[in-house]
């Protein structure tokens, strides 16, 4: 997840205990607010406050994660970047490898709405190619993370406006009750790239002057926006092992529609309240049971009252305890197609924590909702989350609603109490932690966080379980590290000199037990752990930091903060274009000596591929390797083709380059190509020599007649030719 403030599940839990308003001064890197605020509702093609919720980041990405192409990298919108890493991050604290779900029936479920940056790069045309489609179609934000990790499942996108995450949600747990898929993942995006679609909403008066999320407070007059993503991953509870991690377990979920209301975007209390009803229902659980309701945030006075009251009807007065009532948006601003799954997500590690952080902003409560009447309280502080007494779970629920009238509920419980793993037989002392990275800077950023973890954190997981985890619930890659040591202070310090070395893999302690320093000795040089000679084979996932992304600048630089915030119908007529691909020129074939042609062209294919691709040239080995290997596809295929045919002047069918994904065969292809092109070039310079030698003949034969010759001449050729001349 990456939320304004929060990258991680441990940072939003930290941001929300603290009762943290993560929201600022959209800043000018991101749009030129000088020439975009203005407090006035009514004012034409101006954003209403300057305040959101924002992540840091956006424009870059880490081209080594999914193996793509830089260029490519470039083209995708943000969104889609964006929702990868998550899925990657979810993955990694849910402790399952990713080769672990290559070819399995995963379904990938995500919920988007605004598509900022197909309107920003369609400012110019010259920059919709073929990457742009591919980087900007919506369903890709789904299809991208089944690709990137070979999932076979379904691979959807909900677009419900502000309903779309908890949407996506739902149609994953129908997916799993179905039995179509065995795992999924499910979340939502929303990022504010373009001014366009907040000035819309500013214009619709849904923006705050207050210019923060006041939900429940009297105050309340409308949102301020907030961006992220969030992914959790979902299994069916018996598919649960001992050595899993559960935050909780969804019981039941809805999805409904206010119908013809008094207009599109009013609310429905009587349709809030049918699709709790319907959740529970499906849950098998009474509406009564749940203690607590994350609201959906929208700040609206008449909104929150319209919850507030459905909530109350359906739980219905005869409790003995009020539900609590609380809203994440007042704390990242309102996340739009994510906010769904933020709601969800922090219900979850209030779950998971057994706590219920506090709901800030809300000085006084809403006066037009009898707030006692109802049942219900606003969690204004930090506590435990209350005990209904044995045998009675943690229950909650997460509602959200959208302007177009949809509704969405999700029920959810407390995870069982985990069962204890078996003890190892045989224990040593010594600690055995390992970590890997795609890159030797991520390892070294690896080891640097890990250091920081143990040596900063109050955890209550034991280094058995940290050291499990980090070898049996994690991803292996390719650049790998070691550390024995028998407590945390030790691997602290040799976490330290890692990252100080250079080169070295693997650093113990003296005296570490040589069966520990094999293991470590066989993974450090890419081989697999074995449970048999860990210290501890039956652990439990427990929280670790999540993998550094070496996140690089990928954005078009045409697209500048003033540029996206420029009115289109107030662009200049020189206004910026992206800039067209440089071909390097490539002297004659004819001019190389003909041992040393094959060469040149592979090394014009290798400058081809890097310009297609975005590579530094001397970054990367072609040899041996397929075009595919490297990340290109049939887009990268395409601009290759009209790459090689502007420089040497052949055609090729795009065929050739899948029949000859290699740089050496397509050589010997493009010279064939050349030397038949060249002959048929010489055959036709000799024939139009030979034409030109003919007429020159011809023209002195002429000029060596006498008139009448020439007369005599002229009448024949024209009675050959059947023209008579008067």
């Known amino acids: 997840?990456?939320?304004?403030?929060?990258?991680?599940?441990?940072?939003?839990?930290?941001?929300?205990?603290?009762?943290?308003?993560?929201?600022?001064?959209?800043?000018?890197?991101?749009?030129?607010?000088?020439?975009?605020?203005?407090?006035?509702?009514?004012?034409?093609?101006?954003?209403?406050?300057?305040?959101?919720?924002?992540?840091?980041?956006?424009?870059?990405?880490?081209?080594?994660?999914?193996?793509?192409?830089?260029?490519?990298?470039?083209?995708?919108?943000p969104q889609h970047r964006v929702l990868l890493e998550c899925a990657w991050h979810a993955l990694e604290d849910a402790g399952i490898p990713f080769d672990s779900l290559r070819g399995s029936r995963t379904g990938v479920f995500m919920g988007v709405n605004f598509n900022d940056f197909q309107k920003m790069l369609s400012r110019d045309w010259n920059t919709l190619d073929g990457y742009a489609l591919l980087g900007t179609t919506a369903s890709f934000a789904a299809n991208r993370i089944s690709y990137a990790f070979d999932l076979r499942g379904p691979s959807s996108c909900s677009s419900v406006g502000c309903v779309s995450s908890t949407v996506a949600l739902h149609d994953a747990c129908r997916s799993l009750a179905l039995g179509e898929v065995e795992l999924a993942l499910a979340g939502g995006v929303d990022l504010m790239l373009s001014p366009d679609s907040s000035?819309?909403?500013?214009?619709?008066?849904?923006?705050?002057?207050?210019?923060?999320?006041?939900?429940?407070?009297?105050?309340?007059?409308?949102?301020?926006?907030?961006?992220?993503?969030?992914?959790?991953?979902?299994?069916?509870?018996?598919?649960?092992?001992?050595?899993?991690?559960?935050?909780?377990?969804?019981?039941?979920?809805?999805?409904?529609?206010?119908?013809?209301?008094?207009?599109?975007?009013?609310?429905?209390a009587s349709a809030q309240e049918e699709v709790i009803l319907q959740a529970c229902e499906q849950g098998g659980v009474e509406a009564a049971s749940l203690d607590y309701v994350e609201l959906h945030g929208s700040a609206f006075s008449k909104g929150d009252e319209a919850e507030a009251i459905a909530i109350g009807a359906a739980f219905g007065k005869q409790r003995p305890v009020d539900c609590r009532l609380g809203a994440v948006s007042n704390n990242l601003g309102y996340l739009g197609a994510a906010?769904?799954?933020?709601?969800?997500?922090?219900?979850?590690?209030?779950?998971?924590?057994?706590?219920?952080?506090?709901?800030?902003?809300?000085?006084?409560?809403?006066?037009?909702?009898?707030?006692?009447?109802?049942?219900?309280?606003?969690?204004?502080?930090?506590?435990?989350?209350?005990?209904?007494?044995?045998?009675?779970?943690?229950?909650?629920?997460?509602?959200?609603?959208?302007?177009?009238?949809?509704?969405?509920?999700?029920?959810?419980?407390?995870?069982?109490?985990?069962?204890?793993?078996?003890?190892?037989?045989?224990?040593?002392?010594?600690?055995?932690?390992?970590?890997?990275?795609?890159?030797?800077?991520?390892?070294?950023?690896?080891?640097?966080?890990?250091?920081?973890?143990?040596?900063?954190?109050?955890?209550?997981?034991?280094?058995?379980?940290?050291?499990?985890?980090?070898?049996?619930?994690?991803?292996?890659?390719?650049?790998?590290?070691?550390?024995?040591?028998?407590?945390?202070?030790?691997?602290?310090?040799?976490?330290?000199?890692?990252?100080?070395?250079?080169?070295?893999?693997?650093?113990?302690?003296?005296?570490?037990?040589?069966?520990?320093?094999?293991?470590?000795?066989?993974?450090?040089?890419?081989?697999?752990?074995?449970?048999?000679?860990?210290?501890?084979a039956n652990g439990r996932c427990v929280d670790l930091p999540l993998y550094p992304f070496q996140r690089q600048r990928l954005w078009p630089e045409w697209l500048s903060p003033e540029v996206v915030s420029r009115s289109p119908s107030a662009a200049p007529a020189s206004a910026p274009t992206a800039p067209p691909p440089q071909v390097d020129g490539f002297q004659s074939l004819q001019d190389v000596p003909v041992s040393q042609r094959e060469s040149r062209v592979v090394e014009l294919l290798r400058g081809q591929v890097a310009e297609v691709l975005g590579l530094e040239s001397a970054g990367f080995e072609l040899q041996d390797r397929t075009f595919f290997e490297l990340g290109m596809n049939s887009v990268g295929i395409t601009l290759l083709k009209e790459r090689i045919s502007r420089t040497l002047g052949v055609t090729l069918p795009t065929l050739s380059f899948f029949e000859h994904p290699r740089p050496e065969p397509l050589a010997k292809l493009i010279l064939t190509r050349l030397e038949s092109r060249t002959e048929v070039r010489r055959e036709e310079e000799q024939l139009a020599r030979e034409t030109a030698r003919d007429e020159q003949a011809l023209v002195e034969h002429i000029a060596g007649l006498s008139e009448d010759q020439a007369r005599e001449l002229l009448a024949r050729k024209l009675a050959e030719l059947n023209i008579e001349v008067e």
């Not at 619709?204 to 992220?228: H, M, N, P, W």
């Open 339 to 536: 906010g769904g799954i933020a709601q969800l997500i922090k219900v979850c590690l209030s779950l998971y924590h057994r706590t219920l952080p506090p709901t800030i902003h809300v000085d006084v409560p809403n006066p037009n909702i009898p707030f006692k009447e109802l049942g219900l309280r606003i969690q204004s502080t930090l506590e435990a989350w209350p005990e209904r007494g044995p045998g009675q779970p943690r229950r909650a629920g997460v509602v959200t609603t959208s302007l177009g009238g949809t509704n969405t509920f999700v029920v959810l419980e407390a995870a069982p109490d985990a069962i204890a793993p078996e003890a190892s037989a045989s224990r040593t002392e010594s600690q055995l932690l390992v970590l890997s990275a795609l890159t030797t800077e991520a390892l070294r950023q690896r080891a640097l966080q890990l250091k920081d973890f143990l040596s900063g954190t109050a955890s209550p997981e034991s280094l058995d379980d940290l050291c499990f985890t980090a070898a049996f619930k994690r991803e292996h890659h390719r650049h790998r590290a070691a550390v024995i040591a028998k407590g945390r202070d030790g691997l602290v310090r040799l976490l330290g000199a890692l990252v100080e070395s250079s080169g070295q893999s693997l650093l113990m302690e003296e005296g570490s037990p040589p069966e520990l320093i094999e293991a470590a000795r066989v993974y450090a040089d890419g081989g697999v752990l074995s449970r048999d000679s860990f210290p501890v």
């Open 1 to 77: 997840m990456r939320f304004p403030g929060a990258e991680g599940p441990r940072e939003l839990w930290k941001l929300l205990c603290n009762a943290t308003d993560a929201t600022g001064d959209i800043p000018s890197s991101r749009w030129d607010m000088a020439s975009l605020h203005d407090s006035a509702a009514d004012r034409p093609g101006k954003i209403r406050n300057r305040r959101a919720g924002l992540i840091q980041g956006v424009e870059t990405a880490d081209p080594h994660a999914f193996r793509l192409p830089k260029r490519e990298l470039r083209q995708m919108d």
């Open 199 to 268: 000035i819309m909403l500013s214009q619709a008066g849904v923006f705050s002057v207050k210019g923060q999320c006041r939900t429940l407070a009297a105050d309340a007059d409308g949102y301020i926006r907030g961006e992220g993503a969030g992914v959790v991953v979902l299994k069916p509870l018996s598919q649960v092992d001992a050595s899993d991690r559960v935050y909780a377990v969804i019981r039941g979920s809805a999805v409904n529609h206010n119908g013809r209301n008094e207009w599109i975007m009013a609310t429905s």
